[in-house]
């Protein structure tokens, strides 16, 4: 049998035959409740909780003790300088009355539970002795699962703070800097988020860091392809079924909205999503409640949804390709990731964290960057973005273990080239196959990318902004171009 706790008590009493009624009635149980010590006020008594940390489990006083300090004051002092000690109040004050202010009032300064002394015809034992004793071991069981609630508060937090740790965001450049500070500011809401970027930018790093820095950190992040999965699977992904609602339907499957529920749900290119799957989600965004397959009643669902796209949505809108009214109910918030081209010397920042990463990762010394091959790193265009660079790295750190030259840099099985992004080479729509006047391709581009930036932007203001220019300023040039 395993061996039980001893309970340990402080008895608070200023009255001689009440202490010995309480001694007769905890001597029944000395295998289980010990009483350490019994003091007659309440500065005597919180001496000895300061001086003694945690030596006390249980606190039996009385209500309308002797001295200045008593009553609800004395209990709010004592859990102060302890906050997990449990205190059990004895009074004469209750004999015969109901009053529910009084026993809220004891409740609320942070007392356990509390009882009447006694009528006038007993005088051995405290009133209603099992009671009592009842509750000295749900007072003692409450002040064990306190503490163990701390340490798994503890253990939580701790895992969170390694997380974003590990899911740093690494960068200093002003893009980066913005991006983070967006990022604190709208995790502390519950807002839906777009995040825009190419391929490679870490758009699910970003989607990690406003979880974990959420209210919804200690529950699930539930991140999901929509490209990866075909559209006629894409339904039982995201919304499950029950047992045998078709074919092959051998036990229930929950959805990802239920295993996210209270937590995140992260959809990735969620511009690949089928029209069919758009109108479900549509439908989930606005009521909150999924439809299961097979099941006829629908389940309420609370979950935070963070899209993510490498195209432009409100392109796809104007081409009907993607519902106007999921658009706007996904961008909420937008958040742009640049390419990493555009972050100057974060490449190099981020060079070197990966370079400790996979140097420490495959045992070896971490090799030395000469200057020249920095500069080159600088210079390439990196099509790949940040996974591109994170490739480069690990086949940089295997085959150049102690010194990394332009010459290995320059290496085309290094680094290449070849992929050319669109956005460089790609504006034959601008002109339509015909050589068009200058202006006229101005305007043009013009059009297309105010009506760009003013779709990740909240306001005109923030669009303006980001332009560089003045909002009057904003507002004449989209009036001009036929935008207002």
Not at 48 to 76: C, F, H, T, W
Not at 283 to 309: D, F, H, P, Y
Request: glycine letters at 6%; aromatic letters at 10%.
């Amino acid at each position: 049998m395993q061996k039980q706790d001893m309970i340990n008590i402080l008895l608070v009493e200023d009255e001689e035959f009440d202490v010995r009624r309480v001694k007769n009635t905890l001597d029944y149980y000395n295998s289980r409740i010990k009483l350490l010590d019994t003091v007659s006020n309440g500065m005597a008594a919180l001496s000895l909780i300061r001086e003694n940390p945690d030596k006390y489990d249980v606190v039996i006083m009385d209500y309308q003790i002797s001295g200045g300090l008593k009553g609800e004051e004395l209990i709010a002092k004592m859990k102060s300088y302890d906050p997990f000690i449990q205190i059990i109040v004895v009074t004469k004050m209750t004999i015969n009355i109901t009053n529910y202010d009084f026993a809220n009032n004891l409740l609320q300064a942070g007392a356990f539970w509390y009882c009447t002394k006694y009528p006038g015809n007993i005088e051995e034992y405290i009133y209603q002795p099992t009671d009592f004793i009842l509750s000295i071991f749900n007072a003692y069981e409450k002040k064990k699962l306190e503490k163990q609630k701390l340490k798994s508060d503890k253990r939580l937090k701790k895992n969170i703070e390694n997380l974003l740790e590990a899911k740093k965001i690494i960068g200093e450049s002003k893009p980066m800097i913005q991006l983070k500070e967006n990022i604190e500011k709208y995790a502390k809401s519950d807002v839906n988020i777009l995040i825009n970027g190419p391929s490679g930018t870490g758009k699910e790093l970003v989607a990690w860091n406003i979880h974990l820095r959420s209210k919804r950190k200690y529950e699930n992040f539930v991140p999901i392809n929509c490209g990866s999965i075909p559209s006629d699977l894409l339904e039982s992904e995201l919304f499950g079924f029950e047992k045998g609602s078709f074919t092959g339907a051998n036990k229930e499957k929950p959805g990802l909205f239920e295993v996210a529920n209270n937590g995140t749900l992260f959809l990735d290119e969620v511009g690949e999503l089928s029209p069919t799957a758009q109108v479900k989600l549509l439908r989930v965004l606005q009521e909150g409640e999924i439809e299961k397959i097979g099941r006829t009643g629908k389940i309420s669902v609370n979950v935070r949804i963070i899209a993510a796209t490498n195209k432009n949505l409100a392109h796809e809108v104007n081409n009907n390709r993607f519902r106007e009214d999921l658009y706007y109910r996904l961008n909420v918030v937008p958040l742009e990731i640049v390419p990493l081209r555009q972050r100057g010397d974060d490449i190099l920042l981020l060079f070197d964290h990966f370079l400790d990463y996979f140097s420490q990762d495959l045992g070896f010394t971490k090799p030395v960057v000469e200057e020249s091959a920095k500069e080159i790193l600088l210079n390439y265009k990196w099509p790949g973005n940040v996974r591109e660079l994170r490739n480069v790295v690990q086949r940089l750190v295997l085959n150049c273990p102690d010194r990394i030259t332009a010459k290995d840099v320059s290496n085309p099985m290094i680094l290449g080239n070849s992929i050319v992004s669109k956005e460089e080479s790609g504006f034959e729509d601008l002109y339509e196959g015909q050589v068009l006047p200058l202006k006229e391709v101005e305007r043009r581009f013009r059009i297309r990318y105010f009506k760009y930036v003013r779709s990740i932007s909240s306001s005109d203001s923030a669009a303006a902004e980001k332009l560089g220019l003045a909002p009057s300023n904003f507002y004449r040039m989209c009036k001009e171009l036929g935008l207002k």
